[in-house]
């Protein structure tokens, strides 16, 4: 029997730890918070302890809010849904809550117990700067709620990988967003074919934390940008497609994307994506954010098949690699994958099938301190890892029947080498070099020896703050870096016989 404030309203028995009881309007009439107990019958039996019920005046309060999501959009971003969280419990939302920007209500609705979904327009971020957004709540009472800021930047923030379309029109940066609190961007870029300059085109959300690399199909059609999540959000990451117009080069997000829903209980956290060369398959390196064996943690690669038309992602499994796999490349035949394992110090190594692209392990070869980017050279003979924490590349020759990697040395790079990346004339390589958060950077060059693969240094050239990734344009005549720090891209033209980098200029993502 339930007693609830003094009366007993009928009770009915539901199963052994539910009970339903009818509590009449005159119990509610006032506010108050009556005891509720339940007491079983004799023999044995007795009273529960007490919990209260709080009965409202039915007068709404004014809202709390705690976060945006996102917190910031670049200037010229397209409309977007944004979220507004407050704590829970005591966020008091109610039925009617509307989001206000800029004292302005935008189209509201609800999201879970303590969150608003609000509708921004295109205008709303036109021009940079900072917009305030509060929660109105309706009468009887209600009211406004503390006002939390929204930054509309010049441009995107954090960016961590760029890379050229294959007919050298276009080029795309991934970029955290508001420090990597927020959803990232992918910025397009045009290219000047004869000066190698960009300029700044369109750019569209990847709808998700930590956007870690972009990857251009070998036909131009499509782009994959990946993304390791952030599981204290309960985000496992994602490879998300987007088509590109041939003519402007904007992208279009479309429904072929993957997120990591935690395949065989383990979260996918990508941190990489690799396209082979006939377009067929991809490959996602599964590193994520955390250590290999924690929650949000991994050590293998995930293999999908791509729809030639749509270029959608559809999964053919994972495979094992070493702790922490942080970077994907395809050798240029198509038959042999390699992967960068940051957390065991070495490099997983995959012959290809195919005609159903599934990778079968061949072994792994050991690399310098912590390994974070691969790169083959363009005739499929040699291997380059850049070792973030040895300050060091390891070079490889390719056993061209088996795939097999043979480690031939290694060479010093600058602080914290992050990215490689080989001209498409197999005759030069360099090296992005991060060297600290918030601190200048540096390209290492290299000449590589036609028959040994070897390193040969040729200098280096300054960067802006931390860079983090370098592409070369198809041409062999351009070389681009993100600079993560600095919120840019650097631009170099490359001397044809010698490999060295001369800065054109800079551009913001």
Sequence with gaps: MVNFGGSAPATTFVNSTQLTAAVPAASIASTGTPAVTVTNPAPGGGTSKAINFTITSGVNSAPTINYLYPSCAPAGEQSFQLQVVGPYPGSNLVAGSVVRWNGSDRPTTSDALNGLLAQISASDVAAAGTAAVTVFNPAPGGGSSN??????????????????????????????????????????????????????????????????????????????????????????????????????????????????????????????????PSGKFAYAADGGAFPAGSFGGDSSVSMYTINSTTGALTSIGMIAAGYGPDSVAVDPAGKFAYVANF???????????????????????????????????????????????????????????????TFIGSIAAGTNPFSVAVDPAGKFAYVANWTGSNADGSVSMYTIDATTGVLTPTGTIATELSPTSIAIHPSGKFAYVANSGSNSVSMYSIDTATGTLTLIGTIGT
């Design 343 to 405: 957390d065991s110090n070495d490099v997983s190594m995959y012959t290809i099938d195919a005609t159903t692209g599934a990778l079968a392990s061949i072994g792994t070869i050991a690399a310098g301190t912590s390994p974070d980017s691969v790169a083959v050279d363009p005739a499929g003979k040699f291997a380059y890892v850049t070792n973030f924490n040895s300050n060091d590349v390891s070079m490889y020759t390719i056993d061209a029947a088996t795939g097999a990697l």
């Design 147 to 276: 006002s939390l800021p929204f930054a509309i930047t010049t441009g995107t923030v954090g960016p961590q990988s760029i890379a050229v379309d294959p007919a050298g029109e276009f080029a795309y940066v991934a970029s955290f967003g508001c420090n990597g609190n927020s959803g990232g961007y992918v910025s397009m870029y045009t290219i000047n074919p004869t000066t190698g300059a960009l300029s700044i085109g369109s750019t569209v959300p990847s709808n998700d934390e930590l956007t870690d690399s972009v990857t251009v199909d070998p036909s131009g059609k499509f782009v994959y940008v990946t993304s390791s999540g952030d599981v204290w959000d309960i985000d496992f990451g994602s490879v998300l497609a987007y088509t590109i117009n041939p003519t402007t080069g904007a992208l279009t997000s479309t429904t072929g994307g993957i997120i990591g829903t935690g395949i065989n209980g383990t979260p996918e956290l990508f941190n990489s994506v690799a396209v082979d």
